[in-house]
C-alpha cells in the first residue's frame, strides 16, 4: 500500500467548530491524503512519516472551509439590475433575460460565482439552477465542470418551472419546461453525476424551483423522485409577503402547510430563505428536520424581511448560510454573509442576544453541512471528517488589534484567505485561486454579460 502523504499546518489559532466549540490558541492540523489525522494544541507531533509539507501559519486563524447552501449561479451576468425592487418585480423585470441564456453564457457564470466563492474560503458550493431554455446544450454539464475546474465540493440542486404565466405562475411561457420533461431531465442528472460515496466531490439535489412557478404536481413528484433516487431535495419558500398571500390565494394555506401536503418537509430537506415563518411553521420545520438556507444579504436587498434564526435554532431547525444569485447579492461571496447574519439578525426582536460571533462562524460551516447532509464528512475540523479547511490571515492592519480571531473573521473586514484546502488538495494560496486564471474569468464574464444583454434586448 502507497504512504499516505501529510501536511502539517502548526501556530495557528483553530476553531474546530466541532460539537463541544473547541478551539486552541495556537495548534496544529495534519492532514494526511484527503482527511484531517490529527488537530490540537501546540506543535504536531514529533515523528510523523511521509511529510511532504510543513506550513508555519503563525498569525493566521484555521476554521472549515465555508458551506455555501443556496446560489443561482446564472445570474452572475444580470449584477445590478433591478436594484430597486421586491421579490416578485425583480423576477419579472429578469425573466426575460434569463430566458436568453445559452451554454456558454452558463458554464462563464459559473466560472465566475465559484471563482469569487473560492478565492474567499467556500470549500463547499451549490447552485440551484432552474432556468432551461429549450435547445441550449448541457446547462448541467457546464456548471458541474466549472465546478470541478475551481476544485470546490459541489451540489448541483437540478432546478425546474412548468408554471408559466398562463398558468398563473412568474415565469414567462417561453422560460419554463413541461412537467414530463423537467422530470425526465432530472432524472438523467442525478444518475449521470449524482455520486453518494463518502468524500464525493458532485452531489445532485432534486429542486423544483418555488411555489409560484412549479406547479403541484411537479412538486409532488418531484419529491417522489429524489427520495425514489436516494438524493435530497431543495426549494424556494417562505421568502416575502407575496409569497405567502400566492399560497392562500392559490392553494387556501400557507406556504409550510403546502410544502407538507405535497411532501416537502423531512430530513432530506432543505429550503431557501424561510422569512416569513411563524411559531407553527417553525415547529414543523424542527419536528421534520426540514433545513434552511439562511441569506441575510439578498433578504435585504430584496426587502424581504428578517429571517427569524434565533428562533429557528432554539428550536433545533438545521440552519447554514447561502450567498443566493448574485443579482440579488452582487458581492457574491459567502464569508461577509457571517457578519450580515448576525448584524441583522441583532435588528429583529432579540436584539443582541440573537446570535454570537460563534453561531455566525456556525452557520456558515457546520450547520450548511447539516442542511446539504454531509455533516458526518465537512463542516467541523475533526479526525477523520475530509479535509476541507481555511486558514485566514489575521495579523495584517484589518484585524491585529483584535485578540479574539473568530470575533475579528465575523465581525472585522473581510480576511484575507492565506490557504484553501478542499479534500486536502489546496485550492487557494495567498488569496489567488490554483486551478483557474481569475483575469481570464473576469474578461469572459465580461464579455458574456454584454452578450446576453444585447441578445435580451433583441428578443
Known sequence: MAAVERIVIENC????????????????????????????AGPAPEGLSDVTRRIDATGHLATPGLVNTHHHFYQWLTRGLATDHNLFDWLVALYPTWACLDEDMVRTAAQGSLAM????????????????????????????????????????????????????????????????????????????????????LTQVAVAPCSPFSVS????????????????????????????????????????????ESTGWLGEDVWMAHCVHMNDADIAAFARTGTGVAHCPSSNARLAAGIARVPDMLRAGVPVGLGVDGT???????LHTELRNALLVNRLGPHRESALTARQALRLGTFGGAQVLGRAGEIGSLEPGKLAD??????????????????????????????????GGRQIVADGRL???????????????????????GQA
Open 13 to 40: 489559532a483553530i476553531a474546530t467548530v466541532d460539537a463541544d466549540g473547541t478551539e486552541y490558541a495556537s495548534g496544529h492540523l495534519v492532514l494526511a491524503g484527503d482527511r484531517i489525522e490529527s488537530v490540537g
Open 117 to 200: 466563492m473560492a478565492r474567499g474560503g467556500v470549500t463547499t458550493a451549490m447552485d440551484h439552477h432552474y432556468v432551461y431554455p429549450r435547445g441550449t446544450g448541457d446547462l448541467s454539464g457546464a456548471i458541474i465542470g466549472a465546478a470541478r475546474e475551481t476544485g470546490v465540493r459541489f451540489t448541483l440542486a437540478r432546478g425546474s418551472m412548468d408554471r408559466g404565466e398562463s398558468d398563473g405562475g412568474l415565469p414567462p411561457d417561453f422560460a419554463v419546461e413541461t412537467l414530463d420533461d423537467a422530470l425526465a431531465a432530472t432524472e438523467a442528472t442525478v444518475r449521470e453525476h449524482h455520486d453518494s460515496s463518502f468524500g464525493a
Open 216 to 259: 403541484t404536481e411537479l412538486m409532488r413528484q418531484g419529491a417522489e423522485l429524489a427520495r425514489s433516487l436516494g438524493v435530497r431535495l431543495h426549494t424556494h419558500g417562505s421568502e416575502t409577503v407575496e409569497e405567502e398571500k400566492f399560497c392562500h390565494e392559490l392553494f387556501g394555506m400557507g406556504p409550510t402547510d403546502y410544502f
Open 327 to 333: 443579482a440579488s447579492n452582487e458581492s457574491g461571496e
Open 389 to 422: 479547511l481555511v486558514l485566514w490571515r489575521m495579523d495584517t492592519l484589518a484585524h491585529a488589534s483584535i485578540a479574539d480571531p473568530v470575533a475579528a473573521l465575523v465581525l472585522g473586514a473581510a480576511a484575507p484567505v492565506t490557504a484553501s484546502f478542499v
Open 434 to 456: 490554483v486551478h483557474v486564471d481569475e483575469e481570464a474569468v473576469a474578461r469572459a464574464t465580461r464579455a458574456e454579460a454584454r452578450r446576453l444583454a444585447r441578445i435580451a
